[in-house]
């Protein structure tokens, strides 16, 4: 059962929500807003000891400049986008294919494929990172950028599979058939039918993994050393001294690591929300 509307619930608890959403908010926000203090602040404050207090100066415009002119964030932002947009394009293409495969056709052997994709989800990624950094190490392919997109695109496929064939599944199946009557063959009824039909599956999909994979830092730091091939979000902790960690670049470096997603989002927030709702009201 479902639960009310709020515009349906007594004064008491719509008062109630109007009150405590604004303070469920600002917990939300709050380690966001720690970090974007911290990255004002000057290097003195964090050696004083003053980690939560305001800033005692102004250094908005040295912290961020030390962040791109100073140190190799370019380079690693660099690297996030040479990563993330392949990795992008083979994921949603390959779960395309498959998805179509495993939602059009019927075939014996079918949902065991299908469920072989659905396990690899449930597996976790921590007990593989010793095979999996040893593979790359035999393969040739440890520290480099090529080797990160071939294990992002070989792990998030089975999600996008998942997605993508319950998502075909659902399309009107008359229009193939009528496709396959008129002589049409099967990669023009994929690519001139039901691909157009997938538009806002693909756009929703390519935001979730675009966010997935530039926010990745597990494999980034498990498969990578060094700004020749590490992304943003590894390539941060470089701003760690020898002896002390220089908390208000590391923060100036969040915050720059954290745009392009958030961008991404709100360029595609019409598709991606069309997306994810899309047959959810007949």
Known sequence: MFPRPIEQQSRVVQVGYQAFLPVALILWLLPLIAVMIFSIKPDG?????????????????????????????????????????????????????????????????????????IAGNFVPFQILMVPVRDLTVNMNLYDTKTGLILFHIAFQTGFCTLFMRNFIRALPFPLIEAARVEGVAEWRIFIYIVL???????????????????????????????????????????????????????????????????????????????????????
């Open 45 to 117: 404050d964090f050696v004083q000891g003053n980690f939560w207090g305001m800033p005692s100066s102004f250094e908005f415009f040295t912290n961020y400049g030390k962040v791109f002119f100073e140190s190799d964030m370019p380079r690693y932002l660099l690297n996030s986008v040479m990563i993330t947009v392949p990795t992008v394009i083979g994921t949603v293409a390959l779960s395309c294919m498959t998805g179509f495969a495993l939602g059009v056709y019927k075939f014996k052997g079918n949902m065991l494929i299908f469920f072989m994709f």
């Open 196 to 282: 157009p039909l997938m538009k806002p599956a693909i756009a929703a999909l390519s935001v979730l993994i675009f966010t997935f994979i530039w926010n990745d830092y597990f494999w980034a730091v498990v498969l990578t050393q060094g700004p020749d091939a590490q992304p943003v979000t590894a390539g941060i902790t470089a701003f760690n001294s020898q002896f002390r960690a220089a908390y208000h670049l590391m923060s100036a470096g969040s915050i720059v690591a954290a745009l392009p997603p958030v961008a991404m989002f709100f360029l595609m927030q019409k598709h991606f929300i069309a997306g994810l709702t899309l047959g959810a009201v007949k």
